[in-house]
């Protein structure tokens, strides 16, 4: 017989394992939802994702609310606890895994094309389908954009373009005083500019940042009924309500009104409803009363809206979180799981006054500064075309021996470095017959020196910077704030972003080399001051010489260097040669690397009145003025050593007169040494690599220019220094 009381403690014992049990499943389950909801929601803590504790949670019916409003449309259901669905919820459907996403953006300027970027950089981290890509663009953004997608090679993703331009009159007659001008209003012309098969497209402004895989907002084409055409997020203000200040006069809108940031249309259901005969017709309506719109195409779609509410299907208010001067966005954001897609739609973007900007701003500045070649991801599983050039490339690298000493330089070679021309707003200048840009390359060790540059060059200039992702963004806040930089709108900027452990000067050189604009360039680097008179000289000794008239010559700018940091740069060549007699200047690389400039023979140039020619000599590499059509730079040659010498070869061979000018001159100033030219210096290796590159460029001219080339091959028998 059990001594008593032992039952009651085994039913006490039973009882606690058994509520322990159903802790532990209810627990459990709890889990599985949860990560089923982060799963379906594009994996939880990623870049996109925000601290449970950014506000504090507040249950639904707690929640303060203007007096007269609603909740949002699409806000997640909370229960009488305030959790955001206790329940365990299938996750949402999403596309098969390899179907095409179609996304529509316009995009028009400069500042516009870097938020694209931005903007693409965030669906590509959380993307798992093919994306096809339709920019509705201007001149300046096509540029742009074509050059970037192109260079970037990313896998799965097709770029279309469309002329904004051509749009324009479709649009032009309604007036608008949104800061977006014109193109603010051209997605009300999407379904006739699209083509007339894309039945289905996500339309987005260029201010959002998604924090999620755009295949989900894609899905919710699922949840429209038959005579739905429109998905829109609630607009999240009270601007439609008439209140945010005295004669508040918007136009009309259904409720609280819809944000136009992202938009799921049924291209074929709206070109079958007579859509451009439908907004044209309200916004012709609405403008008897009212005088313009104040938000652009947003206007005109709630108008249409209001007169034919069932049109929409309302989406989920966590696709485009709003962050606008009145944003009202703090109930949808308070309250959901995890956020879709955040849209600065106020026109103060970044600096929009929310007390959780912070957080916000850091989700856009991760993808801001988030390298740009990690995104270069195959989607496994799903065949597509391959980028343009891919294939070609992929054969090349795979030639390529791991264990050769020259593998750095040999695969350096095959890169394809992103490039973004035109990084900043530049005006070109307006065309004259003689005029000339200076054209050089740097990287973000030397951009102390540009502000000496553009004191010293008043014209037009093409630099190349080769700069990360990071860098890039400091490179922009470092022009912002510089007096001299900002003023100077002739001065075009191209970012090729960092790859590889070598420094890809000649590409450089020729990524700005073939943005410059004038009929000729002025080939020189950034660690060089010209004369102060330079710029004009330059054009007055081209018009003089009739170079125009088809005369092939190479204008040599003689080069001088400083070892003083500090010192009086000579303002005419009086004063340089006063110097250059005092020790205080010296014929550039006179003690390291004569030979590099003896050929425009300095004793000669202190005496000349006029241009005179001078024969090419081995090693020689001057810093020359050519026209702007001239050979590009042999890009083989990368890090330190024969980059300039063998361009100065392509010159010769292709007969170009070396003409010194009398009057012209540049000067070095000091620095550290490059990486590059250290390991030149300290490795066997790299020298011989860099030989071995001087080798295969002979051959490749003798295989071009033939018995012309057998100069250049006996002067390479030759001893050599450095270069």
């Known amino acids: ?383 597509r075309p391959p980028p343009p050039g891919a294939e070609q490339l992929q054969r090349a690298l795979a030639q390529l021996d791991e264990e050769d000493a020259c593998f750095e330089f040999r695969r350096q070679q095959l890169t394809v470095h992103r490039v973004h021309i035109t990084f900043l707003p530049h005006k070109p200048p307006p065309p004259q017959p003689h005029d000339v840009t200076l054209v050089a390359q740097l990287s973000m060790d030397r951009l102390q020196m540009l502000e000496a540059l553009c004191r010293h060059w008043p014209g037009p200039m093409s630099l190349a910077l080769y700069l990360t992702d990071a860098e890039a963004q400091q490179f922009l806040r470092f022009v912002e704030t510089s007096v001299v930089l900002s003023a100077r709108q002739d001065v075009a900027y191209h970012v090729v972003y960092r790859e590889g452990p070598l420094y890809p000067i000649n590409q450089l050189r020729n990524v700005a080399l073939a943005q410059a604009l004038t009929p000729y360039v002025f080939l020189s680097d950034i660690d060089f001051l010209p004369a102060y008179s330079l710029y004009d000289y330059l054009r007055a000794s081209i018009k003089q010489l009739e170079l125009g008239s088809g005369r092939k010559a190479a204008l040599v700018v003689p080069a001088f260097e400083t070892l003083h940091y500090r010192f009086g740069f000579p303002r005419s060549k009086a004063e340089l040669l006063a110097l250059l007699d005092a020790g205080s200047l010296h014929t550039f690389r006179y003690h390291e690397w004569p030979r590099g400039h003896a050929p425009t023979d300095y004793a000669r140039w202190r005496e000349a009145q006029a241009p005179y020619p001078v024969q090419w000599a081995a090693d020689y590499e001057p810093y020359v003025v050519v026209p702007r059509d001239c050979p590009r730079y042999d890009p083989r040659f990368v890090g330190f050593g024969w980059n300039k010498v063998a361009h100065i070869v392509e010159l010769d061979a292709q007969e170009y007169e070396l003409l010194v000018l009398p009057e012209a001159f540049i000067i070095h100033l000091p620095h550290a040494p490059s990486l590059d030219i250290s390991r030149f210096r300290s490795s066997p290796t790299y020298r011989d690599c860099l030989q071995a590159l001087k080798d295969e460029f002979h051959q490749d001219l003798s295989r071009h220019y033939g018995a012309a080339a057998l100069k250049y091959l006996t002067a390479l028998q030759q001893p050599r220094g450095p270069t």
């Not at 925000?50 to 019916?61: A, I």
């Not at 699209?194 to 989900?216: G, K, Q, Y």
């Not at 989920?316 to 009145?326: F, G, R």
Request: hydrophobic share 40%; net charge positive.
């Open 1 to 383: 017989m059990l001594p008593r009381g032992r039952p009651r403690a085994l039913g006490a014992a039973a009882l606690l394992l058994l509520l322990l049990l159903i802790g532990f499943l209810l627990f459990r389950g709890d889990l599985d939802c949860e990560r089923t909801e982060r799963e379906a929601s594009g994996g939880g803590a990623g870049p996109g994702s925000l601290p449970r504790s950014l506000t504090p949670r507040v249950p639904p019916d707690e929640r303060p609310r203007p007096r007269g409003t609603a909740a949002f449309d699409g806000d997640p259901p909370a229960d009488p606890g305030g959790r955001n669905g206790s329940d365990c919820t299938p996750p949402r459907p999403r596309p098969p895994k390899c179907e095409l996403l179609q996304v529509a953006i316009v995009c028009a300027g400069h500042n516009s094309s870097r938020d694209v970027i931005t903007l693409v950089k965030s669906m590509l981290f959380y993307r798992k389908n093919p994306l096809h890509l339709h920019l509705v663009t201007d001149a300046v953004a096509r540029n742009i954009l074509e050059t970037l997608f192109h260079t970037w090679m990313v896998p799965a993703v097709r770029i279309s373009f469309y002329n904004a331009d051509e749009l324009k009159p479709q649009v032009s007659w309604i007036p608008n005083k949104h800061y977006s001008g014109l193109y603010g209003l051209m997605k009300l012309v999407l379904p006739s500019a699209l083509p007339p098969d894309l039945a289905r497209v996500i339309v987005l402004d260029t201010d959002v940042t998604f924090a999620s895989n755009i295949a989900e907002l894609w899905a919710l084409f699922a949840h429209f009924s038959d005579k739905q055409v429109i998905g829109l997020v609630e607009n999240q203000s009270d601007w439609y309500l008439g209140n945010l200040w005295r004669n508040h006069r918007p136009w009309p809108a259904l409720g609280r009104g819809f944000n136009t940031g992202v938009i799921l249309l049924r291209l074929d259901r709206l070109r079958q409803a007579g859509w451009e005969q439908m907004w044209k017709l309200t916004a012709t309506r609405e403008l008897l009363t009212l005088p313009a719109t104040s938000l652009a195409d947003q206007d005109i779609f709630n108008a249409i809206i209001k007169e034919h509410p069932w049109l929409v299907q309302p989406l989920p208010c966590v696709w485009n979180v709003q962050l606008s001067d009145h944003t009202l966005a703090e109930r949808c954001y308070s309250e959901a799981s995890d956020l879709k897609v955040i849209h600065w739609n106020s026109p103060k973007k970044l600096r929009v006054k929310n007390k959780h900007v912070e957080s916000f701003r850091n989700l856009y500045l991760t993808f801001l500064e988030y390298d740009g070649n990690l995104l270069r991801r195959e989607l496994f599983g799903c065949p």
